[in-house]
């Protein structure tokens, strides 16, 4: 995610970042979830399949200090089993900024995820995804649900969870 979209999207999220547990699914270096540490997220789990990534997004959350309130799975963010033990049950941010190709390659798969993220989530999570022009965000979980905006190439979009289950 781009800087200047990162930023909108912290704009948009507001105060609903804070007492958060921030799950960044396609984590890079990290920039979103440790963001969300600044603005007062409690925790943060980073999914980064990548290992030579996984390593420098470790250095990030080193120098920064946070590494109590951080954890790292380094593999394929497709096989939930392998990290969703390390969310708490205090609502849920979810980063889903994956490469855009994986909205037309592994659509199915992606959908799966988001969806199954949302009805599992504690009350009052918040998922944002980032997609471009090859996702159409009326075939996402709760279409009608989403806060769409352009950032051009980027497209946002933004789920406030359900109040209770």
């Keep these: 995610m781009k800087d200047r979209v990162r930023e909108a999207v912290f ?3 507001g ?4 007492g958060k547990h921030a799950v960044d699914l396609f984590a890079g270096t990290g920039a979103l979830a440790l963001e969300a540490l600044s603005r ?9 399949q990548h290992y030579p990534t996984a390593e ?6 080193a120098a920064l200090g946070v590494e109590p309130l951080c954890d790292v799975i380094t593999g394929n963010v497709f096989r939930r ?13 979810v980063f889903s900024s994956p490469p855009y190709a994986f909205y037309v390659e592994r659509l199915e798969e992606m959908l799966g995820l ?8 504690p009350p009052g999570s918040v998922f944002v ?3 471009d022009r090859q996702l159409d965000f009326r075939v996402l979980p709760d279409s009608s649900q989403w ?3 352009e950032y051009p190439p980027a497209i946002i979009g933004i789920h406030y969870g359900h109040p209770e289950h």
């Design 56 to 61: 420098i997004l470790r250095r990030n959350i």
């Design 11 to 13: 704009n948009l999220l």
């Design 114 to 121: 988001v969806g199954g993220l949302i009805q599992s989530a």
């Design 81 to 93: 089993a392998r990290w969703e033990h390390t969310l708490t049950a205090v609502p849920w941010l």
């Design 147 to 149: 806060d769409i905006r």
């Design 129 to 131: 995804v980032e997609a």
């Design 40 to 48: 007062g997220a409690l925790r943060a789990t980073f999914i980064e």
């Design 15 to 18: 105060d609903s970042v804070r």
